[in-house]
C-alpha cells in the first residue's frame, strides 16, 4: 500500500470522507444488533408468546442466513447495485421491525419476521463486501472501519440496561425499529463507489468461487473458527450465574472481550503477518481459550481469558477479511460474503442444537467441543495455505 504522502491529498480527503461514513453505518448497524438481541425476546414474551413460539422466532435469521441470504447478496452483484442494496435492505429492516411491533399475536409476529429477515441479514455481508472492495480501491484497512460496529454493539448493550427498568417491555420492540430507522438514514449517505474489473478475473462468475480450494478453506475455517464461540454465547452468562457471579461482573466481563475486539480493530493496520497466519494464531488462542474456560477458572483468570476474545474473534476476523480481498474478484464481492455468511449459519445453527445436548450432560465441558472447532479451523488454514492468494501484509488487506 502506497506510503501517505505518495497519496494525492484529493484522494486522501475522498478515502476519509468514505472510511467515516461507513464506519458510521457500521455503528448504526451493529448498535440496531446490540439493542436486539437482549430486548427481542423480552418483548415476545411481554406481548404474550409462549416459549415454543418464541424458539421459533428467534431461529429465524440464523436460517435466513444459509437460505435466502446469499439469493439476496448475488442478485445486488449482478445488478451492479451493492451500495444501493445495503440502503434498501436497511430501510425494509427499519420498516419490518415496525411492522413486527403492531403484531401481538405468534403466527402473524413469525410471518412479518420472516420477511424482514430475508432483508435484514444480508445486510452485514453487503457491507463486507462494499468495506473490502474499498480496501482494494483506496487502499482502507478493514480493521479501523468495522471497529465501530463494536463499539456501537456495545453502546446498545448499555443502553438494554439503562432503559430495560424504565421502559415497559411491550414498548421495547420500538426502541429496535428506532435504531434501525436510524441506521436506515445513515446509509443514505454511503459514499458511490465504482471498481474496475480485473481483467483477468472479469469472466469469473460466483459459481468459480465454490470450486476454488482457496475459497472454499477460508468460508469453513471462519466458520469453524468462529462457530466454536457459540458456547459462550449461549451459555457462558448462565454458567457464571450458577457460579455465583453477579449481574455486574458478567456484564464487565462480556464487556472485557469486546473492549479487547475494539482494541485488536484499531491497531490491526499495524500488523505485517501474512493473513493467513493471523487465522491461525486465533485459532490457536481459541483452543487455548475454551480449554481454560472448560477447566472452569477463578475470576481472575477467567478475566485475561476473556481479553483473548480479541484475538480469538478479532483477530480471525481480520484475518480472513485480508484473504478475502486478494482470494476473491472484486466483482464477485458479495456473493463471496453471500456464501462466507451461508457456511457461518449452517456451522453454527447445528452448533447450537448440539451445544444444548452436550451442555446438558457435560456442562462445562461443552468447551472441549468448542476447542475441538477451533483446532480444526486452524488445521484447514494450515493445509490450504499453498491454495492461497498471499499479500505483502495482513495490513494491506485487514
Request: proline share 4%; hydrophobic share 55%.
Amino acid at each position: 500500500m502506497a506510503s501517505e504522502s505518495q497519496i494525492p491529498a484529493a484522494a486522501q480527503a475522498e478515502a476519509k470522507r468514505f472510511a467515516s461514513r461507513l464506519g458510521g453505518f457500521y455503528g448504526t448497524m451493529y448498535g440496531m444488533l446490540g439493542t436486539y438481541l437482549p430486548f427481542f425476546p423480552v418483548w415476545l414474551k411481554a406481548v404474550g408468546i409462549e416459549a415454543s413460539w418464541i424458539g421459533i422466532i428467534t431461529a429465524v435469521p440464523a436460517v435466513t442466513r444459509f437460505t435466502v441470504l446469499p439469493l439476496i447478496t448475488g442478485l445486488a452483484e449482478r445488478r451492479q447495485m451493492l451500495r444501493g442494496a445495503i440502503m434498501i435492505t436497511a430501510a425494509a429492516t427499519a420498516l419490518g421491525f415496525a411492522l413486527v411491533g403492531t403484531q401481538h399475536q405468534a403466527l402473524p409476529v413469525f410471518l412479518v419476521f420472516v420477511v424482514t429477515c430475508c432483508l435484514w441479514t444480508p445486510t452485514g455481508p453487503l457491507t463486507d463486501a462494499y468495506a473490502l472492495r474499498a480496501v482494494t480501491h483506496y487502499g482502507l484497512n478493514y480493521g479501523p472501519l468495522r471497529l465501530w460496529g463494536s463499539a456501537a454493539f456495545v453502546v446498545g448493550a448499555l443502553l438494554c440496561g439503562l432503559l430495560v427498568d424504565t421502559v415497559a417491555a411491550e414498548y421495547l420492540i420500538w426502541i429496535i425499529a428506532a435504531v434501525a430507522g436510524v441506521s436506515a438514514l445513515v446509509s443514505l449517505r454511503l459514499r458511490p463507489l465504482e471498481v474496475a474489473k480485473r481483467p483477468e478475473t472479469a469472466q469469473r462468475g460466483g459459481g468459480t468461487l465454490l470450486r476454488d480450494r482457496g475459497f472454499l478453506a477460508i468460508i469453513a475455517t471462519s466458520a469453524l473458527i468462529q462457530g466454536s464461540h457459540v458456547a459462550y454465547y449461549i451459555f457462558a452468562s448462565i454458567a457464571w450465574k450458577q457460579a455465583g457471579l453477579g449481574g455486574l461482573t458478567i456484564a464487565a466481563l462480556w464487556s472485557l472481550g469486546v473492549l479487547a475486539e475494539i482494541v485488536l480493530f484499531a491497531v490491526s493496520p499495524r500488523f505485517t503477518l501474512p493473513s493467513a497466519m493471523l487465522v491461525v494464531i486465533g485459532a490457536v488462542v481459541a483452543v487455548a481459550r475454551w480449554v481454560i474456560t472448560a477447566l472452569e477458572p477463578p475470576l481472575s483468570i477467567l478475566a485475561i481469558v476473556q481479553l483473548t476474545h480479541g484475538l480469538t474473534f478479532g483477530l480471525t476476523q481480520v484475518g480472513i477479511m485480508g484473504l478475502l480481498v486478494h482470494q476473491v474478484p472484486g466483482h464477485v464481492m458479495a456473493r463471496g460474503q453471500g456464501y462466507l455468511a451461508a457456511c457461518a449459519g449452517i456451522v453454527s445453527s447445528g452448533t447450537s442444537i448440539l451445544c444444548g445436548l452436550v451442555y446438558a450432560r457435560y456442562g462445562q465441558g461443552v468447551y472441549y467441543l468448542m476447542a475441538a472447532m477451533a483446532a480444526s479451523g486452524a488445521l484447514i488454514m494450515w493445509s490450504a495455505r499453498h491454495y492461497l492468494h498471499h499479500p505483502q501484509s495482513a495490513a494491506s488487506g485487514g
